[in-house]
Structure formats: structure tokens, C-alpha cells
């Protein structure tokens, strides 16, 4: 992913690491391990890191999982 030119209005919408890990359904710290890898894109700021929704978004789609039905139906 190429990086972007992103206004201060945009920025605010990123959702925060702890948005991200409860979308992702993990840690707090796998966020931050992801980000240091360049699996998810962001800014750090004062407040802390900012992550690019759009990387959040390619990242899940590329990680989904198939739905896998358990049980037998009978």
C-alpha cells in the first residue's frame, strides 16, 4: 500500500489500536506487532497510533477465514 495523503478531518475517523483489536477479535499489542511489520498501515500521534481503516479493511479480507459448519445436520 503506497502512502497517502490524509487531512486532519480524515484522521480523526482512524480507528485506535483498541478499536482495531476488537474488530480483529485480538490483542491490543498484535495490533501494535502488526503495525511494526507494515501488515497495517498508520500514523502515531500524541494521543497515540492511528490506524488507516482502509488497511484494516484489506487486512481482514485478506486473513478471512472460511465459515466452517460444525455438526451434522440430519
Aim: proline share 4%.
Amino acid at each position: 500500500m503506497a502512502r497517502r495523503s490524509v487531512k486532519l478531518t480524515e484522521l480523526e475517523k482512524w480507528p485506535s489500536v483498541t478499536d482495531t483489536a476488537g474488530e480483529l477479535g485480538c490483542s491490543r499489542q498484535w495490533v501494535h506487532k502488526l503495525f511494526e511489520a507494515g501488515e497495517l498501515h498508520g500514523v502515531k500521534t500524541r494521543a497515540g497510533l492511528l490506524l488507516d481503516p482502509e488497511s484494516v479493511s484489506e487486512y481482514v479480507a485478506s486473513h478471512a477465514r472460511p465459515h466452517i459448519q460444525r455438526g451434522g445436520s440430519q
